[in-house]
């Protein structure tokens, strides 16, 4: 069974650029989450996506958006991009269901996309 | 809002040796979850632990235990007969679950290094 997969895995753009990143989840999971790490730190929430509806967002400016397809892939998209912007963005997904009662709580990352703004 | 604190930047410990790493919360929930992921230089977060709040006993995974303290508000992970493998950065999480989850409230991290 294919992970979570990200791309690109490697990204360099110049300041004011726009990005956008993409994450396809694990078959059958209807939650996706993006995080960014800065170098040196634990993952910072950004979005969460679930049957493509946004149940989450993160203290990240307007500059950043998201969506999830109806195949519950999903983009994070960054305008105007700033040099501290430069951070690794992970993917997560998870099932996002009660299941007999019992959260199912994994999320299952992907290798991320590094992202370097110059 | 919750807060997740991990007070070892770096830890280090012999190969077969046994070593723990800390993490406390603050959280005003009552129902929640704890982790613990691992990352290796490949960035692929992995899921070492998972503790439910509302357990009393200890998770266990192989050579990994919880020490779970919820009046403490603490939760560190002990690594036994540590292998070079286990090299990586560790990151202790809450989670405060709910149909189609919530996010992950990560701690700044632990650099473990395992030595030959």
């Known amino acids: 069974d294919a992970g979570v997969t990200q791309s690109p895995t490697h990204l360099i753009k110049t300041r004011g650029q726009h990005v956008t990143l993409r994450c396809s989840p694990i078959?059958?999971?209807?939650?996706v989450s993006w995080y960014q790490q800065v170098l040196g730190q634990g993952p910072q929430f950004i979005f969460q996506y679930y049957e493509k509806e946004e149940r989450g967002r993160g203290n990240f400016p307007d500059r950043f958006s998201a969506r999830q397809f109806p195949n519950y892939s999903s983009e994070l998209n960054v305008n105007a991009l700033l040099l501290g912007d430069s951070a690794l963005y992970l993917c997560?997904?998870?099932?996002?269901?009660?299941?007999?009662?019992?959260?199912?709580?994994?999320?299952?990352f992907g290798q991320g996309t590094r992202l370097t703004v110059v | 809002a919750q807060t997740v604190t991990q007070s070892q930047p770096e830890m280090s410990v012999q190969e077969a040796e046994t070593v723990t790493l800390s993490c406390t919360y603050d959280t005003s929930e009552n129902n929640y979850y704890l982790f613990w992921y691992k990352q290796p230089p490949s960035r692929q977060m992995i899921l070492v632990i998972r503790?439910?709040?509302?357990?009393?006993q200890n998770a266990t995974e192989n050579r990994f235990s919880v020490n779970f303290q919820k009046a403490a508000k603490s939760f560190s992970l002990k690594i036994s007969d540590s292998q070079l493998g286990d090299t990586a950065m560790y990151f202790c999480a809450f989670m405060k679950p709910r149909s189609g989850n919530t996010p992950l409230v990560f701690g700044k991290g632990t650099r473990l290094s395992v030595i030959a």
């Open positions: 078959s059958g999971h209807k939650s």
């Open positions: 997560a997904s998870s099932f996002g269901v009660m299941v007999l009662g019992y959260m199912n709580t994994e999320a299952f």
């Open positions: 503790q439910e709040a509302y357990k009393q």
